[in-house]
């Protein structure tokens, strides 16, 4: 008798997990640089995507009080949380308040804080001003940076925003990187990255 020739068993693949479900970007995500991210606001089906990044901080800019369960993710992950609270920019132009940009700005130039995830509402306005402001500290020409801010604020870019980003006075910044912030040993490695130093006190 001839032995019956064995059929080969067959495995179903191992089933892939739903990235619709399990993967989620927030609106708006991207990049900015290394160890550098932006968003808009994240709900908790961004949550699990949001913990591939491995991120250490959480830095929002809205003004209101931030979501029970966004502080407790936060917490759950040992991620530090930071609030920078500014208006909506709209008319008029004093709106967005320097002072909290430039201290924002601080906690981003330190590496320490890295990965960071930076975020507003929709983010648009408010991080496309402070993601504007540190284009100009990796010396990006005002044509770059306006291009990428009208990519993610368009269709309703302001002029009001980008005449921020163009005006903003980074002095400030670098003094308070020097003074109360990480220092020029904690700076981000961007290649980029130049310090105005006749203007350090």
């Known amino acids: 008798?001839?032995?019956?020739?064995?059929?080969?068993?067959?495995?179903?693949?191992?089933?892939?997990?739903?990235?619709?479900?399990?993967?989620?970007p927030p609106e708006n995500f991207a990049v900015v640089s290394g160890g550098v991210y932006r968003c808009g606001f994240p709900m908790k089906r961004n949550f699990r995507f949001m913990e591939t990044l491995r991120?250490?901080?959480?830095l929002t800019?809205?003004?209101?009080?931030?979501?029970?369960?966004?502080?407790k993710?936060?917490?759950?992950?040992d991620i530090q949380f930071m609030q920078f609270g500014i208006p909506g920019n709209k008319e008029p132009f004093d709106n967005i308040p320097e002072d909290?940009?430039?201290?924002?700005?601080?906690?981003?130039l330190d590496r320490r804080n890295h990965p960071i995830l930076i975020h507003?509402?929709?983010?648009?306005?408010?991080?496309?001003?402070?993601?504007?402001?540190?284009?100009?500290?990796?010396?990006?020409?005002?044509?770059?940076?306006?291009?990428?801010?009208?990519r993610?604020?368009?269709?309703?870019?302001r002029a009001v925003d980008q005449q921020f980003i163009d005006l903003f006075d980074?002095?400030?910044?670098?003094?308070?990187?020097?003074?109360?912030?990480?220092g020029l040993e904690n700076l981000p490695r961007w290649g980029m990255l130049t310090l105005p130093r006749g203007r350090i006190k």
């Open 170 to 182: 980074l002095s400030p910044v670098w003094e308070s990187v020097m003074s109360s912030g990480g």
């Open 1 to 24: 008798l001839v032995p019956p020739v064995p059929q080969p068993l067959y495995l179903p693949p191992p089933a892939l997990p739903d990235v619709e479900d399990d993967l989620v």
């Open 152 to 157: 993610f604020s368009s269709p309703k870019s």
């Open 55 to 58: 991120l250490k901080t959480v």
């Open 100 to 108: 909290v940009i430039c201290a924002a700005l601080v906690q981003i």
């Open 120 to 150: 507003c509402n929709k983010g648009k306005h408010r991080t496309g001003c402070l993601i504007g402001c540190v284009r100009r500290l990796q010396s990006w020409s005002l044509t770059s940076i306006f291009d990428e801010y009208r």
């Open 73 to 77: 993710w936060c917490q759950s992950q």
């Open 61 to 71: 800019l809205v003004l209101e009080d931030y979501p029970e369960a966004n502080l």
